[in-house]
Nanobody, 125 residues
């Protein structure tokens, strides 16, 4: 079992940038074996997939809403993944969750069994 803690959320103006981090613990130096993802959930809406990354960072998959504006990366020696949000839009306002699963990355929330508590991102002027 891996514990995940997100950070970096906050208020950003439309068109601005923000960087989120998710650090894992309890993985016994096996962090690189976890496929990981970012999901988000806005008030009154279902949790939606944003982007995922393979254990070695070689493969990624983005939701259409994230393509061209979001960038996921990971630094396994630091047990951390990152989400760079560029050209932020009001519709990006949501609570962002980090998720991990042993094995391949997936785009469906129910495939992940390790979740962080989330970090709030608000895009507003």
């Amino acid at each position: 079992q891996i514990q995940l803690v997100e950070s970096g959320g906050g208020l950003v103006e439309p068109g601005g940038s923000l960087s989120l981090s998710c650090t894992g613990s309890g993985s016994s130096n096996m962090f690189g074996l976890y496929g990981m993802a970012w999901f988000r959930q806005a008030p009154g809406k279902e949790r939606e997939f944003v982007v995922c990354i393979s254990g070695n960072g070689q493969f990624t998959e983005y939701a259409d809403s994230a393509k061209g504006r979001f960038v996921i990366s990971r630094v396994n020696p630091k047990n951390t993944i990152y989400l760079q949000i560029n050209n932020a839009k009001p519709e990006d306002t949501a609570r962002y969750y980090c998720a991990a699963r042993g094995g391949a990355m997936k785009t469906v929330a129910s495939d992940y069994n390790n979740w962080g508590q989330g970090t709030q991102v608000t895009v507003s002027s």
